[in-house]
């Protein structure tokens, strides 16, 4: 008696499904992760900047003039970009926008003199923010 060496069709067919499904799962949930690791650059970002503000304020008594914040908004942003507006000189509101291209395209978090910090839209597939949850940071 010889027998073949080898898989049968049937078995390699076992495995690419168990592969496929394995890949169903874990593609997605490794996107969620990359996405949330590129949020840190956001509220990084902003509550540095809030500090910076805070020092300028109490430098010069006010948040900027002019219309212009007091602080420059940072450059070399890698998955955002940010803007700073002046609504008085005693008063701001600095916001972070997810880049087009990113996996955080349109995202927006934002930040004030009185350390509120909001959601203004999540990543793409998050949904949308509910009005209580976006009275805070959300990054998960």
């Known amino acids: 008696m010889h027998r073949s060496q080898g898989f049968t069709l049937i078995e390699l067919l076992v495995v690419v ?6 890949a169903a799962i874990g ?4 996107s969620r992760y990359l996405q949330r690791g590129d949020l840190v650059e956001a509220t990084q970002g902003l509550s540095q900047y809030r500090v910076q503000m805070e020092q300028y304020y109490q430098d010069n008594g006010n948040y900027g003039t002019g219309g212009a914040c007091g602080i420059a ?7 955002f970009t940010m803007t700073c507006v002046l609504n008085t000189n005693q008063a701001y509101t600095a916001t972070m926008t997810g880049n087009a291209g990113s996996q955080v395209a349109g995202a927006t978090y ?15 597939g998050w949904g949308a ?12």
């Not at 499904?17 to 394995?22: F, K, T």
């Not at 908004?73 to 998955?79: C, E, K, Q, S, Y």
């Not at 934002?110 to 793409?124: D, F, K, V």
């Open 17 to 22: 499904s168990i592969i496929a499904i394995l």
């Open 27 to 30: 593609v997605p949930a490794y």
């Open 73 to 79: 908004a940072p450059t070399g942003l890698v998955n």
């Open 110 to 124: 934002l930040i004030n003199q009185a350390n509120t910090q909001s959601t203004g839209q999540l990543p793409p």
């Open 129 to 140: 923010p509910t009005a209580a949850a976006s009275t805070s940071w959300i990054v998960r």
